[in-house]
């Protein structure tokens, strides 16, 4: 039941050969289970069958929306009325949300049942899922090495089939990432694609939410549910959204498959190498011309990003104060000292680090040198892109340079952290959408992603293509060994 | 770019994060790191380049001026730490 895909599993609960109490209930029973993975924050299981009861009673009545009853896991980042919604952090660790994010009140509008708030690297600032205050996931192919981050427990969740599919957001990669890492579908949008509205921020030029699920099918099918304008969401686009699902199995025959040979180059694991290229001879006998392109910028991203990101988040989470919300420190003589004992005891040494970072960068005399120099090398970096879409359809390449690495192998050396998401971060400082699929399995049974970046809202295309391989290959369909039954 | 422990000082004060001594020779230090590797921006010229402070480079969309949300001070001063006659309660700061 857990291996079903959500087309399956709709199929199944219109026909009424199975009920969303059952469905919930199975995924209930695979998380506690598996609860040594630490995949979820919170898990309500009173609240979500009480859920499912409601979704029952309106396949009953012949009424579903697409997804009604599936049950959803959501990154611990988006606000769940009634529900801690912690962040991964210690100073969110008592906040009670007193309303739903717009993917949630999405979500629940269709009576999809909420199966539990997802592990996460604090704040979102990890590529690991080692920062949070809830301590590490496990990923589900190999326990010793991590998921990925910052999405990780919605990464882990679905590759170990806990659920049938999760919620995540993406700064600089941390949907896609972790995706690549678990061996799962993981596609950030396009940035203004899908609301922001109740999504704790990180870095708001940059922050998009996007769904995690086992196949690209399936991230047609929740995106079709969460995207659109939002009137809440200031930096919503008002633009139509598109039939995902029409286009999927389309002819790419002639369509032209961009490779920028910066994303070839040093650093690239040989292994990950030979699992992309013979995807992507996979595009070939399947009609698509393989063609090279040139990002010039592209090894300046890392650099540019940490400077914009932790700017934006050092003005994010100075709401974060102890006075409307959240933790407060228990001993303070005056209010100056109430802010910096809150803040030092509720945020980790990572979200410390990327505050200081920011602050530095934004403050006078260095303002220029850093935060404005970044936000030109940002244009460039669009402008990159935007010449290379003018000769290719679609950009290729590996997610990540290497496979899933051990827990504690990074955690020393923040700029090797960094370095993981040196091929995703370019689509979120250009705003362009952009996929990881499973493409295979390295030497040592790791799973590989590839990661396909398309034009700015050209969300059918990048779903086209990530289809196209999966109809053909089964490295989608494949679980970690110990979570087939 | 190495920063002394005045400046990470400065730069916690700012940021309003109590930090104790071992605390800031350790964020010199990452700081200091980081920061180099920041550097590697100044490689690319950019001279006439407009910054680019957003996907949607600046065309931010405006809306009318109306009053659209209903009071719901209830139920946020519920998860506050401490208030009072609906009022957030802080440390005196006024004598």
New interface residues.
């Given amino acids: 039941m857990h291996t079903k895909s959500l087309t399956e599993l709709s199929i199944d609960l219109i026909q009424q050969k199975l009920s969303s109490t059952e469905l919930t209930q199975h995924f209930l029973e695979r998380i506690d289970l598996h609860r040594q993975l630490n995949a979820f924050i919170t898990v309500d299981a009173e609240r979500a069958l009480d859920q499912a009861r409601a979704a029952d009673r309106r396949l009953g009545r012949g009424t579903p929306a697409p997804l009604t009853g599936i049950p959803i896991a959501h990154k611990d980042i988006f606000c769940t009325e009634g529900m801690l919604t912690s962040c991964g952090s210690r100073i969110l660790s008592n906040f009670v949300s007193p309303y739903n994010a717009t993917m949630i009140e999405k979500l629940r509008q269709q009576d999809t049942v909420i199966l539990g708030k997802t592990n996460m690297d604090e704040f979102a600032m990890g590529s690991s899922n080692e920062t949070s205050y809830y301590g590490p996931v496990a990923n589900p192919w190999d326990e010793s090495r991590v998921p990925g981050g910052s999405s990780g427990g919605s990464a882990a969740a679905v590759s170990a089939g806990l659920a049938p599919a999760a919620t995540g957001t993406d700064t600089g990669g941390s949907i896609r990432q972790p995706a690549s890492f678990c061996g799962v579908t993981g596609f950030k949008p396009s940035y203004g694609r899908v609301s922001r509205y109740g999504m704790v921020a990180f870095a708001s030029s940059l922050d998009q939410a996007g769904p995690l699920t086992r196949s690209a099918q399936d991230a047609a099918l929740l995106l079709q549910a969460t995207a659109g304008f939002d009137p809440r969401d200031s930096t919503s686009v008002d633009r139509e959204t598109p039939d995902y699902t029409a286009t999927l199995t389309a002819d790419i025959s002639g369509l032209k498959i961009g490779l920028p040979k910066q994303y070839f180059g040093q650093g690239l694991d040989g292994q990950v190498e030979l699992v992309v290229r013979e995807a992507l001879a996979h595009y070939e006998a399947l009609g698509a011309r393989l063609m090279d392109v040139d990002l010039p910028n592209s090894a300046l991203c890392v650099p540019c990003y940490y400077v914009l990101a932790p700017s934006e988040a050092s003005s994010n989470l100075s709401r974060f104060d102890g006075v409307r919300y959240g933790y407060r420190t228990q001993q303070y003589d005056d209010l100056t000292q109430m802010y910096a004992k809150t803040r030092a005891e509720g945020f980790g040494a990572e979200v410390k680090r990327r505050i200081m970072i920011g602050t530095y960068a934004l403050s006078a005399g260095y303002y220029d040198a850093y935060y404005l120099k970044a936000q030109k090398l940002r244009r460039l970096i669009a402008d990159d892109f935007r010449r290379a879409f003018e000769q290719c359809d679609v950009i290729m390449g590996p997610t990540t340079p290497t496979t899933a690495f051990t827990l504690g192998e990074k955690t020393d050396d923040p700029i090797a952290m960094y370095l993981n998401d040196i091929y995703t971060i370019s689509a979120n400082l250009a705003g362009l959408p952009a996929i990881s699929i499973p493409a295979g399995l390295s030497g040592d049974g790791m799973p590989v992603g590839l990661h396909i970046i398309g034009r700015y809202f050209d969300e059918p295309q990048i779903l086209n293509f990530a289809h196209r391989l999966q109809m053909g290959t089964d490295w989608h369909r494949r679980s970690p060994p110990g979570y087939t039954s | 770019m190495a920063?002394d422990h005045q400046?990470?000082r400065e730069?916690?004060e700012?940021?309003?994060?109590?930090?104790d001594d071992s605390e800031i020779d350790q964020?010199a230090d990452?700081?200091s790191?980081?920061?180099g590797?920041?550097?590697?921006?100044?490689?690319?010229d950019?001279t006439g380049?407009?910054?680019?402070?957003?996907?949607?480079d600046g065309r931010?969309?405006l809306?009318d001026d109306q009053v659209t949300e209903s009071d719901?001070r209830a139920?946020?001063q519920?998860?506050?730490?401490?208030t009072e006659a609906g009022l957030?309660l802080?440390?005196r700061?006024i004598e």
């Fill in positions: 920063l400046t990470v730069i916690a700012l940021a309003h994060l109590e930090l964020h990452e700081l790191r980081i920061l590797f920041i550097e590697q921006m100044n490689q690319v950019t380049v407009e910054p680019l402070a957003h996907p949607h931010l969309r809306r719901q139920s946020f519920r998860i506050a730490p401490a957030y802080v440390p700061v």
